[in-house]
Nanobody
Framework: VQLQASGGGLVQAGGSLRLSCAAS????????MAWYRQIPGKERELVATVTSPATTNYADYVKGRFTISLDSAKNTAYLQMNSLKQEDTAVYYC??????????????????????WGKGTLVTVSS
């Protein structure tokens, strides 16, 4: 089971980017997906979370600019980032809490919960 993040890049201030985070493997259901970011020299901080099916939460500094969403059919979360600022420059990390299938025989399904991290994707916002 793993997370694959993509979509980072270089954008001018005021521009937009969309990050994607795809979960793969023997996943039964996704409980929560989240985006964090880390600016060099600083602690990793929470940007946004989405709890299945669609309950969202945002850090104050991105409210009104970023939108997180979850496509449960694709096990993929998205972070739409608009009105980007230079201070949004950071490595963005995807996190997920998922239910992973242990066994599936007949009427019996066994699973356990796992917390996953994807590799970071760099977002650079230029002036």
């Amino acid at each position: 089971v793993q997370l694959q993040a993509s979509g980072g890049g270089l954008v001018q201030a005021g521009g937009s980017l969309r990050l994607s985070c795809a979960a793969s493997g023997r996943i039964f259901t996704i409980n929560t997906m989240a985006w964090y970011r880390q600016i060099p020299g600083k602690e990793r901080e929470l940007v946004a979370t989405v709890t299945s099916p669609a309950t969202t939460n945002y850090a104050d500094y991105v409210k009104g600019r970023f939108t997180i969403s979850l496509d449960s059919a694709k096990n993929t979360a998205y972070l739409q980032m608009n009105s980007l600022k230079q201070e949004d420059t950071a490595v963005y990390y995807c996190n997920a809490n998922v239910n992973v299938i242990d066994s599936d025989y007949g009427d019996t399904l066994a699973y356990h919960s796992e917390d996953l991290w994807g590799k970071g994707t760099l977002v650079t916002v230029s002036s």
